[in-house]
């Protein structure tokens, strides 16, 4: 890029400076129409035009009042929950609050050498599990939900085995309907 030279001190500058140190305005060159820039003198600073005018301010909306309140709206409105503060359980920390009927292993989790001698349980042992689990839950103000016991159950049977998808579709049934 060509270097600009100063007419009254014959400076050398670079191609994007606009005025000189000893305060000469150099006017544009560019593409840019000359009457948005107007060069009084050449030792004083470009002033340029408004177009348009001053802008005027724009008035806030007002901001719609509340309507006063009455004793009996606080009433409606604000319904305490049954047991203090309840949260929803999806996926629980921890070991399951409760084992299934005929499990012997001495933690939950399915990774023992023989968890159910007995045979794995029966339809109506795994709904009264699950209600157990529901039912420690609620103890400790915290509700679980059918992905948390279908969470818990992934302790005592293998992840996409018969078993387990025996036992989530009884659970599935029994609490979706």
Not at 2 to 19: D, F, Q, T, V, Y
Not at 61 to 74: A, I, S, W
Not at 94 to 109: D, N, Q, R, S, T
Request: proline share 12%.
């Amino acid at each position: 890029m060509p270097h600009k030279i100063c007419p009254e001190c014959k400076k050398s500058h670079g191609p994007r400076k606009l005025i000189c140190d000893c305060g000469y305005a150099f006017g544009k060159t560019s593409k840019a129409s000359t009457d948005t820039m107007m060069v009084t003198s050449p030792k004083k600073k470009p002033k340029f035009k408004l177009v348009g005018g001053p802008v005027e301010k724009r008035k806030p909306k007002p901001k719609p009042k509340p309507k006063p309140l009455e004793p009996d709206d606080f009433i409606e409105d604000f319904k305490a929950p049954q047991f203090g503060r309840v949260l929803n359980i999806l996926i629980p920390s921890g070991y399951p609050p409760a084992k299934p009927k005929g499990y012997v292993g001495e933690k939950p989790h399915y990774q023992c050498n023989d968890p159910w001698p007995n045979g794995q349980p029966d339809d109506e042992e795994i709904i009264e599990w699950a209600h157990k689990v529901i039912d420690a839950g609620i103890k400790v103000d915290e509700n679980y939900t059918l992905t948390a016991i279908l969470f818990y159950a992934r302790h005592f049977w293998e992840y996409n085995t018969p078993e387990y998808q025996h036992v989530r579709v009884l659970l599935v049934e029994e609490f979706r309907s």
